[in-house]
């Protein structure tokens, strides 16, 4: 599984950007889909999933101005993010989680620069 994310740049604060995210290669049905971020000197953090049964789950930090959402046919995923603020500066990576039945696997892409600043 390969997944290829595009969409970041630079925008002022209180900007829209909008991430997405094309996985290929065969994909077990069960899956979970999400983006994550790392800051300059931080962690990597969740900032949302989506389940292939269409669950959502969002960091705190991003409630109510990012929104996940998928598209099952063509195994990709977006994230529109408005709102933005300069501590959403980050790379942000997608993320695919998938169940072969018995085990989880993990697969990332190769990370997409945000920056919020005026």
């Known amino acids: 599984v390969q997944l290829q994310a595009s969409g970041g740049g630079l925008v002022q604060p209180g900007g829209s950007l909008r991430l997405s995210c094309a996985a290929s290669?065969?994909?077990?049905?069960?899956?979970?889909m999400g983006w994550y971020r790392q800051a300059p000197g931080k962690q990597r953090e969740l900032v949302a999933t989506?389940?292939?049964?269409?669950?959502?789950n969002y960091s705190d930090s991003v409630k109510g101005r990012f929104t996940i959402s998928r598209d099952n046919a063509k195994n990709s995923e977006h994230l529109q993010m408005n709102g933005l603020k300069p501590e959403d500066t980050a790379v942000y990576y997608c993320?695919?989680?998938?169940?072969?039945?018995?085990?989880?696997?993990?697969?990332w892409g190769q990370g997409t620069l945000v920056t919020v600043s005026s």
């Open positions: 993320n695919l989680e998938e169940f072969d039945g018995s085990t989880w696997r993990d697969y």
């Open positions: 290669g065969n994909i077990f049905s069960i899956n979970v």
């Open positions: 989506i389940s292939s049964k269409g669950s959502t």
